[in-house]
């Protein structure tokens, strides 16, 4: 699967979260037979950057609404329901909000 | 520093670069400490993200090419 991958932090690479790599991967993982434009990977890129800083601007908002110093698993995965429709499970939160 | 990885990324992002984003965006919140998990949590949910679009395009490409054949 993707996320196996190794994760290559050379040179250029070294800030960026996500390359043209393993989004390559990741859409061969959705459908074998579909390829990107250049610039369609570019706009990808540029849309998970995106979502990070929405979703850890508004986790951190929780995290402070609670008074508390620290960015927990819980403010994220509040975020990621009630602004995106996502329940990722497995992160120790047993009951759903 | 810089953090580097020669060992397995479970994440779909890459953790070191991620982590150093998280954090200076708690920071700039004036949260000092951000747990373990939500880093793997933030990945997965940028996996979902980019995932379902890329699943989305998928059928609108489809869709157009079919127009271009009628």
Known sequence: ?97 | GTEIRSCKDSNFLFTGPLERRIKQIAAHHGLNEVSPDVVALVSHGTEERIKNLVERLGIIAEHRLENVKN
Do not use: Y
């Open chain 1, 1 to 97: 699967s993707v996320s196996d991958r190794l994760g290559p932090v050379s040179g250029s690479d070294v800030d960026k979260v996500l390359n043209k790599q393993r989004l390559q991967d990741l859409v061969r993982e959705v459908d074998p037979n579909e390829q990107l434009d250049e610039d369609v990977e570019e706009l990808l890129l540029q849309i998970a950057d995106d979502f990070i800083e929405n979703v850890v601007t508004s986790s951190c908002l929780l995290a402070k609404h609670r008074r508390s110093s620290t960015l927990d698993v819980k403010d994220v995965q509040l975020t990621l329901e009630k602004n995106w429709n996502m329940w990722i499970p497995g992160f120790g939160v047993e009951e759903r909000p």
